[in-house]
T-cell receptor
C-alpha cells in the first residue's frame, strides 16, 4: 500500500486565488510527522511546512497552511493568494518511526501551474 | 547561513566508471540523508547517517552503491561500476534532529552513458 498518496498529478490555479493540494497517508505509528516540499523547475527541494501528529493546531507558514485531519489521515496543503512563483511540483512526505530507524517517504508530487 | 552543499552539480560519465558524489551538511546537523530522484520511482531514500554512523541503508539499490561519512562535515556516495540505470538526480539533505525538517542540497544530476 502507498504510504503517501497525492491524487492530483497536475493542477492549474489563477493568480491570487487559493489552491488546495491533497495528501493522504497511511501509518500505524502513533508518532509521525508530515512535511510539504516545493520543487521548482530549477530542481532544488524547498521545505515549506511541517505538522507533527500530536500537534493540536494546524501548521501555518505565511501563505502556506496545512489542513490536518488526523482521523481521515489527510494533510492537505493550502496556498493562499497564489503567485506566479508558486508554479512548481509539490511533494507531501511523512516521517514515521520504525524501531530504531526513521524514514521519510515522499508522495509522487503535484505539479501546480499558476496562470494569469 | 550556508545550506547543504553538493558537488558536482552535473556529472556525465560512461558506464563502468566510478562516480563519487559529495555532500557537506549544514553545520550542527546530526543527520544526513542521501536520496535519489527519477521519473519512474520518484524520490527514494537511499541511506541516512546519525552522528556519522549509518543507521538505515535499506534503500541502497545494490552493492555497487556505497556511502561514507568520515566526519561531521562531509559525506560521499559512490557508485562503482556505474550503469545507465543509475542516471538520476541525487540529493543530500541534513537535519538537526530526526523529527525536524530536512534541508536539501541542490542535487547532483548524474548521467551515465
Amino acid at each position: 500500500a502507498q504510504k503517501i498518496t497525492q491524487t492530483q498529478p497536475g493542477m492549474f490555479v489563477q493568480e491570487k486565488e487559493a489552491v488546495t493540494l491533497d495528501c493522504t497517508y497511511d501509518t500505524s505509528d502513533p508518532s509521525y510527522g508530515l512535511f510539504w516540499y516545493k520543487q521548482p523547475s530549477s530542481g532544488e527541494m524547498i521545505f515549506l511546512i511541517y505538522q507533527g501528529s500530536y500537534d493540536q493546531q494546524n501548521a501555518t507558514e505565511g501563505r502556506y497552511s496545512l489542513n490536518f485531519q488526523k482521523a481521515r489521515k489527510s494533510a492537505n496543503l493550502v496556498i493562499s493568494a497564489s503567485q506566479l512563483g508558486d508554479s512548481a511540483t509539490y511533494f507531501c512526505a511523512m516521517r514515521e518511526n520504525t524501531g530504531t530507524a526513521s524514514k521519510l517517504t515522499f508522495g509522487t508530487g503535484t505539479r501546480l501551474q499558476v496562470t494569469l | 547561513d550556508a545550506g547543504v552543499i553538493q558537488s558536482p552539480r552535473h556529472e556525465v560519465t560512461e558506464m563502468g566508471q566510478e562516480v563519487t558524489l559529495r555532500c557537506k551538511p549544514i553545520s550542527g546537523h546530526d543527520y544526513l540523508f542521501w536520496y535519489r530522484q527519477t521519473m519512474m520511482r520518484g524520490l527514494e531514500l537511499l541511506i541516512y547517517f546519525n552522528n556519522n554512523v549509518p543507521i538505515d541503508d535499506s534503500g541502497m539499490p545494490e552493492d555497487r552503491f556505497s556511502a561514507k561519512m568520515p566526519n561531521a562535515s562531509f559525506s560521499t556516495l559512490k557508485i562503482q561500476p556505474s550503469e545507465p540505470r543509475d542516471s538520476a538526480v541525487y540529493f543530500c539533505a541534513s537535519s538537526p534532529y530526526l523529527n525536524q525538517p530536512q534541508h536539501f542540497g541542490d542535487g547532483t544530476r548524474l548521467s551515465i552513458l
